[in-house]
């Protein structure tokens, strides 16, 4: 489908140590489809000879030696792998779980787990307790890594839950990971810590509930300290008010203890009125600050927000807010304005909003912010219907200093129903936005469709530049979809994708999908060829994969 030819500077060389095992192989390398005739390979200092002293696999990325590396002997291997067509070697991960016996709710099981590389795989095996009744559960684990002897280090963990009817619950856990055991996260733990956690939580009714957490992290490291954090609270809520209480210490090992009170308020008096009260203090050593901040919303309209804070370092800074919305039928607004104060230095922000329906074919919008000695922003937006099939949105925004942007952000959009189920859509964008900022882009998009009864076809293309590079991405894409019957759908697809660097790569795939919908659920049937990017001067040889899905529809 597609002949790529690539200079070898684009290669990248990786190199690695082998540990021996006493055995010849295989040995399985970091990153599989790797370049073909590029490896060296040295043990200690000779230089070995291949498909004599070694026999290497450039798909799957293992070597086989013709004698056994010896315990502690090591081979150095140098080879050039392929960025975007190399990957590295998954290493195989197979969890163990035979129940051994069981006593009513308590049962004893063998737990343990096989993983790393198949030419020396990691070992985790051991003894899994847990008990399960109404309300309550409990499980110990304890589990050795490579077990060999009597020094093999060990992973425990202890845990339990319950809960009584008055509305009473409680949980504790325990851990205990040595750091020779290595990586712990398949269990959710850290190597090389002891943890312990506790939770106490009161709920007699849904109007109050009440609560007490406690977290120990230690270290099993010299010259390291434990942490240590308490968290109590207690909420109330009624119907139109709730009210609420927290303290949060931290004991952070060498660094001054830290306390952090906050109490909260809510009014609801009525359906469109809503008060917050929030005050907040912290301390830490010398260091101690103090907030309060108030929040008025008056239905949809309008929010008012006032917020003061009390930094014995910084001084004091003081920030107002109010936000309004208006509009009519054909025309809204919003206006936002923002004051800081801090010592002897203030800033004001101003945001509006405006648009307005002049015609059931025009829609146009402004937009301004401003910020006090930091620059400013002013857009505009168009939609607009010209003729009776054809859609434009036109949007543009230009920066000035505001956010540190000197810039304008452009972006031209178009629908056009050309008729007899043909439609053309398209986008031309410089420094689109993305999430309200703009992102250092150029880009053009055009998509042709055409749906005639069962036949569904649609054609793209896609060119994407980032400003100030030497990089130019472009998509192309064709899709074929035909519905067999009421509940069957056929389709084909076909993407490609190029980059201009200092060489020229491509990348495409071909898929045939077949997705039918049954009593409740669908069932889908995918095949692909996938002819990947080549950094060789050879074509790379295509891929195939086949996938069935099965799933619900809410």
Known sequence: MACVLVGASAQEIVSETIAGHGIAGPYTLTWNRIVERSEIVLVETRWLVRDKDYWIDYASGQIRFAEALRTGQTAR???????????????????????????????????????????????????????????????????????????????????SQWRTATGWQGGFRFSRVEREFGDARAYGLVSGQQTAEANLLYQPDRNLTTRLQWSLVDPLQPNQSAHQRWNTGLDYKLAQIQFSLERQIAELGNQPTQIID??????????????????????????????????????????????T???????????????????????????????RWREDSQQRTAQV????QLDPRLRVGGEFEAMEDAGQMRGYQLQAQPVGNLQLTLREREYQGLRGLNLRSQQLMWDWS?????????????????????????TEQYQLRWQQGAWNLEVGYAEQNPIGQLLTERRYTLSLRRKLDAATLLGLSYHQSEWERDAFMREAALRLGLTRQLSGFYM???????????????????????????????
């Not at 005050?279 to 103090?290: D, F, I, L, V, Y």
């Not at 001084?315 to 923002?338: D, I, K, N, W």
């Not at 909003?353 to 307005?356: K, N, T």
């Not at 859509?425 to 309200?436: F, N, T």
Request: net charge neutral.
């Open 77 to 159: 291997v140098s080879y050039r792998i392929q960025p975007g067509v190399s990957q590295r070697n998954a290493n195989p991960n197979i969890a163990i779980e035979t129940e051994l016996a069981r006593w009513g709710p308590a049962a004893l099981s063998l737990r343990g787990r096989i993983a790393g590389d198949p030419s020396n795989p990691m070992t985790d095996l051991g003894i899994r307790a847990t008990w399960q009744e109404q309300g309550r559960e409990g499980e110990a684990l304890y589990l050795f890594r490579n077990p060999q002897g009597d020094d093999a280090p060990a992973l425990l963990q202890l845990r």
């Open 262 to 307: 906050r109490a909260t308020v809510q009014l609801k008096p009525t359906e469109t009125v809503r008060v917050q009260l929030e005050q907040k203090s912290q301390t830490q050593g010398e260091r101690a600050t103090q907030q309060t901040e108030i929040r008025t919303q008056l239905g949809q309209a309008m929010e008012l927000r006032h917020r």
């Open 309 to 339: 804070t009390d930094d014995s370092h910084q001084g004091r800074t003081e920030e107002s807010s109010v936000g309004m919305r208006f509009g009519t039928q054909r025309v809204q607004g919003s206006v936002g304005l923002e004051q």
């Open 353 to 356: 909003g405006l648009q307005a």
């Open 418 to 442: 050309v008729g007899g189920g043909l439609s053309f859509s398209g986008q031309l964008a410089r420094h689109p936005l993305h999430q309200g900022a703009p992102q250092p882009l150029e």
């Open 524 to 554: 889908s049937l995918e095949a692909q060829m996938q002819l990947p990017r080549a950094e060789t001067q050879h074509q790379q040889r295509p891929n195939y994969s086949g996938s069935v899905r099965l799933g619900v529809q809410f």
